[in-house]
């Protein structure tokens, strides 16, 4: 697995600009962006040119790591802030992305009602610049938070504990306690966990692997997913590539 560093902060805007600039390397990689369709495993170009054409495995990891470590480190704080009043927010409501149970406010809630789910964990390496990055930040219900913990991704197959929207804890067919998060959310945390994977050099295990890859084929990039990936450009100045083209996934055989 190839060792890469950890991504640098950009210089501090002028005071007149509200919102970060990507990088030049970013904003190059960022364009042209086909967009994925179609069914089961295939993927099917826009009609631009492929991006990372020719690359694959670590030769593919390292250019999306060059494409994406150098953004700006907005810090904690602020990226909670971002999350939600401005991101995640929508009407005045923020919507949990594992409950779908929706809060009205327009500030940083308490913690004990709705929490920022870091999709990649703390306490697996989701720390310095990487704790604050929004491609893999969401907010949570707390209770779900909780319930998640660091647990790895998985399909349950004997639930522990259940949500209406359809998330679940338990166990999977091997005896490993998993998390599942809901239909409409499992492809968007399979991108999250590859564009952390690539950015901060981070392996994902096997097993979690194999059940993210397929999530990344059912559940496909929507329009919202597309929509939140530009905001978060802005802020701090890089793109989810998975997001842009999911079938960058398919070409890694060992994240």
Same mark, same amino acid.
């Given at each position: 697995?190839?060792?890469?560093?950890?991504?640098?902060?950009?210089?501090?805007?002028?005071?007149?600009?509200?919102?970060?600039?990507? $990088?030049?390397?970013?904003?190059?990689?960022?364009?042209?962006?086909?967009?994925?369709?179609?069914?089961?495993?295939?993927?099917?170009? =826009?009609?631009?040119? $492929?991006? &990372? *054409?020719?690359?694959?495995?670590?030769?593919?990891?390292? #250019?999306?790591?060059?494409?994406?470590? !150098?953004?700006?480190?907005?810090?904690?704080?602020?990226?909670?802030?971002?999350? &939600?009043?401005?991101?995640?927010? /929508? *009407?005045? !409501?923020?919507?949990?992305?594992?409950?779908?149970?929706?809060?009205?406010?327009?500030?940083?809630?308490?913690? =004990?009602?709705?929490?920022?789910? /870091?999709?990649?964990?703390?306490?697996k390496g989701a720390t310095g610049a990487a704790k604050s990055d929004l491609h893999h930040l969401f907010p949570t219900d707390s209770k779900a938070n909780s319930q998640r913990s660091s647990y790895p991704f998985g399909e349950v197959q004997k639930v522990k504990w259940s949500s209406p929207s359809g998330a679940k804890l338990g166990t999977d067919a091997e005896g490993r306690t998993v998390f599942e998060p809901p239909p409409e959310h499992k492809g968007n945390v399979a991108r999250a966990?590859?564009?952390?994977?690539?950015?901060?050099? !981070?392996?994902?295990?096997?097993?979690?692997?194999?059940?993210?890859?397929?999530?990344?084929?059912?559940? !496909?990039?929507?329009?919202?997913?597309?929509?939140?990936?530009? #905001?978060?450009?802005?802020?701090?100045?890089?793109?989810?590539? &998975?997001?842009?083209?999911? =079938?960058?996934?398919?070409?890694?055989?060992?994240?």
């Open positions: 697995m190839l060792v890469r560093s950890n991504a640098a902060a950009v210089r501090p805007l002028p005071a007149t600009q509200t919102t970060p600039a990507a $990088p030049a390397e970013a904003r190059r990689a960022a364009s042209p962006t086909p967009r994925p369709v179609g069914g089961g495993d295939v993927f099917e170009p =826009s009609g631009q040119p $492929p991006r &990372f *054409e020719g690359l694959s495995d670590k030769a593919l990891i390292q #250019a999306l790591h060059d494409a994406t470590a !150098k953004h700006k480190d907005l810090g904690y704080n602020q990226a909670r802030k971002i999350i &939600f009043t401005a991101l995640d927010n /929508h *009407e005045g !409501k923020v919507k949990c992305v594992y409950t779908g149970r929706e809060l009205k406010t327009n500030k940083i809630p308490n913690s =004990s009602d709705m929490n920022t789910e /870091h999709t990649w964990p703390q306490s966990l590859f564009y952390f994977s690539t950015t901060y050099g !981070k392996q994902i295990p096997a097993a979690e692997e194999a059940v993210l890859k397929k999530w990344n084929v059912q559940d !496909k990039v929507d329009a919202a997913e597309l929509t939140r990936n530009g #905001a978060i450009e802005k802020y701090q100045g890089n793109r989810n590539p &998975f997001v842009d083209d999911a =079938s960058l996934a398919q070409r890694i055989s060992d994240f």
